[in-house]
């Protein structure tokens, strides 16, 4: 989740909140349809690894802090050439000519500046990488023009000697305005040395000249084994807060060890297979606007899917610390973590004691129907409150172990919840209206973001035809503290 960092100045001179108990009601979610008429063509989903079943394909979204210019991102319908396309962030409408990065295979992440600048993550073929698979790279540019580009992958980066390409970055790019840094978390497979064939993570930081800066306890080059999913936010100084599903058992608080070692803390136990651990953070075109930092404040919510866990043996292959377990459920839903800082749980660590019986007593539920839920995102509408929005499938069939599901679309559902993770009121359903893009905090108490207007269907595995219209949606809120339901 994005915030233009002149939001906390304003929320600082705002004066007092008003109280409110009732939470969100219809009226608070406004849809701007078709507002956008795209200069190029984009196809709007992505299949799921493994299953094959349709996801929303990201589109990057992105304000710049004094909330004057807005950035959207998208890749062409040919599969390669990402488009960022300035917005006004006031009326969703297109602004000034399309700046396109022509070798760019998918839209990875995407920070706006106030110098009528943006930086983009994305990955391309790269010659002189000995590779044929995408390598990761970030682009910045100004005033339309490319300032720099700087591959964070290839050879050449990781002390231990091998060679990182990102057939898929699943990953985000922040920005830190206090230390003046990015940082890029991405999925990464080796493609020579020491882990040639397999997959991990690694995470860059860059100065705004471009240049990759080694911090000794915030960088890395390989850390959550097979990662399948990622949730990704700025800090103050680095490490960046950050978090990591794998396939060993768990999804872990990374920012200490940057990876899925016990320095970390375990938010959770998963059921999990090689290469699944129930699309946590959206799978395929997910891992973005999962983790929000509250306005002005050192802590954070993350949203994540989960089946729960029971059942927990020992995982040999890790050792002491690490389990595994079997899904409470068949289907997943909706869970949040709350984080005082970058480092530190609110609740109780997951625990890893062998033969506990249930080993998700720690997990704040936002739903605990039988529906299945996916595609879960949070952002912060101020200091206090936050959105919590995901998707429901209606009689779900789950034909894949740790993967996502198959059914009726039952609809797209946004929910506040306050700092202490208790929710308020109930979630507004809307069956025209989804998540497809990050969620960036516009102004006080209003989240908005990217979607395409369409008929979503999650009956099976499904392709549509190319789209040349992007939508936006928002959600406001007035309030501030507010009353638990």
């Given at each position: 989740m994005r915030q233009p960092h002149s939001l906390l100045s304003l929320l600082l001179t705002a004066g007092p909140i008003a109280q409110s108990s009732s939470g969100l009601s219809d009226s608070s979610l406004e849809k701007h349809v078709d507002i956008v008429t795209l200069g190029h063509s984009f196809?709007?989903?992505?299949?799921?690894?493994?299953?094959?079943?349709?996801?929303?394909?990201?589109?990057?979204?992105a304000v710049s802090p004094n909330r004057r210019t807005g950035y959207l991102a998208y890749l062409d319908a040919s599969g390669t050439g990402v488009h960022v396309q300035p917005i006004n962030p006031s009326t969703f409408a297109a602004m000034g000519d399309t700046v396109t990065v022509s070798a760019g295979k998918e839209a990875g992440g995407l920070v706006a500046h106030d110098d009528d600048a943006f930086a983009i993550l994305t990955n391309e073929i790269s010659p002189s990488s000995g590779s044929d698979i995408p390598i990761p790279v970030i682009y910045r540019f100004k005033n339309g023009r490319q300032v720099w580009k700087t591959f964070i992958g290839g050879p050449n980066l990781d002390s231990g000697g091998s060679s990182h390409a990102s057939p898929d970055i699943n990953g985000d790019l922040v920005f830190s305005e206090k230390y003046g840094h990015y940082a890029a978390y991405i999925v990464v497979t080796a493609y020579e040395g020491w882990a040639s064939g397999h997959f991990g993570d690694a995470i860059r930081y860059l100065d705004t000249d471009g240049n990759i800066k080694e911090i000794s306890g915030a960088s890395s080059s390989w850390g959550c084994s097979h990662n399948t999913g990622i949730a990704f936010e700025a800090a103050d100084a680095p490490p960046f807060a950050s978090i990591c599903a794998e396939d060993q058992g768990a999804i872990w608080l990374t920012t200490k060890g940057q990876g899925m070692a016990t320095?970390?803390?375990?938010?959770?136990?998963?059921?999990?297979?090689?290469?699944?651990?129930?699309?946590?953070?959206?799978?395929?075109?997910g891992s973005y606007s999962a983790l929000a930092r509250f306005?002005?404040?050192?802590?954070?919510?993350?949203?994540?899917?989960?089946?729960?866990?029971?059942?927990?043996?020992?995982?040999?292959?890790?050792?002491t610390g690490y389990t595994k377990s079997q899904?409470?459920?068949?289907?997943?839903?909706?869970?949040?973590?709350?984080?005082?800082?970058?480092n530190t749980l609110v609740d109780e660590e997951a625990t890893?004691?062998?033969?506990?019986?249930d080993g998700d007593n720690q997990v704040t539920w936002v739903t605990e129907g039988s529906n299945d839920c996916s595609n879960a995102h949070a952002a912060a509408f101020n200091s206090s409150n936050a959105l919590i929005t995901w998707e429901e499938i209606q009689d779900p069939i789950c034909d894949f172990e740790a993967m996502g599901c198959r059914g009726k679309f039952a609809g797209t559902f946004y929910q506040l919840v306050n700092s202490k993770g208790e929710k308020v009121g109930v979630p507004v359903k809307s069956t025209d209206s989804f998540v497809a893009g990050d969620m960036v905090t516009v102004s006080e108490g209003r989240v908005c973001w990217p979607y395409i207007s369409m008929d979503w269907d999650l009956s099976g595995p499904a392709s549509?035809?190319?789209?040349?219209?992007?939508?936006f949606a928002c959600i406001s809120t007035a309030s501030g503290s507010t009353t638990p339901s």
């Open positions: 196809n709007p989903v992505i299949a799921a690894y493994r299953t094959g079943y349709p996801h929303h394909r990201r589109t990057p979204f320095a970390g803390k375990k938010i959770s136990n998963e059921l999990t297979v090689n290469g699944g651990s129930n699309e946590p953070m959206g799978g395929m075109g306005v002005g404040q050192d802590s954070y919510i993350f949203a994540w899917v989960s089946r729960g866990a029971v059942d927990l043996t020992p995982n040999d292959w890790m050792g899904g409470r459920t068949e289907n997943r839903n909706v869970a949040i973590a709350l984080f005082s800082d970058k890893s004691e062998i033969g506990a019986a549509v035809s190319s789209v040349r219209k992007m939508s």
